[in-house]
């Protein structure tokens, strides 16, 4: 699988390239890193909530590259991140101390060096069921790893073996992924009509389970699994099955915590198995139920809809600058869209996940 970026660069201009990043992810640091360790990168698969403009270069319905998206990013562009500004790929490079935005793979515009700090193969709708990703014609997680194995071919002819290995070993990796699959492929369309809850989430875990396999086969160590969020109380799921009063809809979210646990325990025993491994199970549920449930604690006053447009059903292409207006107290807002948190709720569950993130890959 070819992407269209270009990689001419001259010895000495890449060089200095790579030098520049070397002293960068030395300088730039937000949280205080245990002086044994080491993030030389951040890379990320999942959906939408880790894509950083992938979906700008594929054929499908699932794009945010226009306004309003981007209002709060910076100069206000639409780069192809669904959300009002940065998502979690670019916080935690950040709070890491990597870079403060995460590009995508397939961004054209894409330099050499910025591989050795990290990207994103992320694609906005897809999942851990096969089908999810072809529902709305995005890139699959299987897609995503065909994609890696071309960046690590990349990197190793950028700085060699040895390097790329460290890279490999050393880096963050997140897997982002489950939501869609829950939300729109089981629930909203009934794609799955052969399966109940348990049997559908066991398919999950297991293909959550493959990913983590393979990554561990091309040599990555530190890798962070996200759980599913509450999305029952997604605005879009509350407005889709929440009744009259759009109440948080209990048997999505009693769905993702089946999941959760499932991959929690499926982490622990890799943990027991994989000699080296690191997977850590990161917890998004309680933080962003904590943050709808109790939006006042943490500087927010509106958690049931969105800010584009009425807020209960906007998300991606119904999101536009067209037919969908701005709310004016985006600040007081959890969620940007239908289905997507805002950045400075994003910053919230980082701020809250930050620590324990450092602690887990000591």
Not at 128 to 155: G, M
């Amino acid at each position: 699988m070819k992407s269209n970026t270009s990689w001419s660069c001259s010895c000495f201009i890449l060089k200095q390239c790579l030098l520049s990043v070397l002293v960068l992810t030395e300088t730039v640091v937000a949280i205080n890193l245990p002086p044994n360790l080491t993030i030389p990168a951040l890379i990320a698969f999942g959906d939408s909530i880790v894509d950083t403009g992938n979906n700008n270069n594929i054929k499908s319905i699932a794009k945010c590259n226009f306004q309003p998206y981007g209002i709060n990013f910076q100069g206000g562009i639409p780069t192809g991140r669904f959300c009002d500004g940065r998502v979690p790929t670019d916080l935690i490079a950040e709070e890491f101390g990597i870079k403060s935005l995460v590009p995508a793979y397939l961004d054209p515009s894409l330099k050499p060096e910025d591989l050795l700090t990290g990207v994103s193969f992320a694609s906005g709708g897809s999942g851990y069921d096969p089908l999810t990703p072809k529902l709305v014609a995005v890139i699959s997680l299987e897609e995503q790893l065909k994609y890696f194995e071309e960046y690590i071919e990349k990197v190793k002819n950028i700085v060699g073996d040895e390097r790329k290995d460290f890279i490999l070993a050393n880096s963050l990796f997140l897997l982002v992924a489950g939501s869609n699959d829950i939300a729109n492929t089981y629930y909203v369309l009934r794609a799955r009509p052969q399966y109940d809850v348990d049997s559908y989430t066991t398919l999950m875990a297991n293909s959550t389970t493959d990913i983590v396999n393979k990554l561990y086969g091309y040599g990555v160590r530190r890798i962070a699994v996200f759980g599913a969020p509450p999305l029952g109380c997604l605005p879009s799921q509350r407005t889709l099955a929440g009744g009259l009063l759009r109440e948080c809809a209990e048997n999505y979210n009693e769905a993702a915590k089946l999941f959760n646990s499932k991959i929690s325990k499926k982490l622990d025993l890799l943990h027991k198995t994989l000699p080296g491994i690191k997977p850590v199970y990161t917890n998004v549920y309680d933080p962003l139920l904590d943050i709808i449930q109790n939006p006042a604690k943490y500087g927010f006053g509106v958690s049931n809809k969105g800010c584009c447009g009425t807020g209960l059903i906007e998300v991606g292409p119904l999101c536009n600058k067209i037919t969908a207006s701005v709310c004016p107290d985006l600040s007081s807002r959890v969620f940007w869209d239908s289905y997507h948190p805002t950045e400075k709720t994003y910053k919230v569950v980082v701020s809250l996940l930050i620590s324990k993130l450092v602690n887990k890959f000591v």
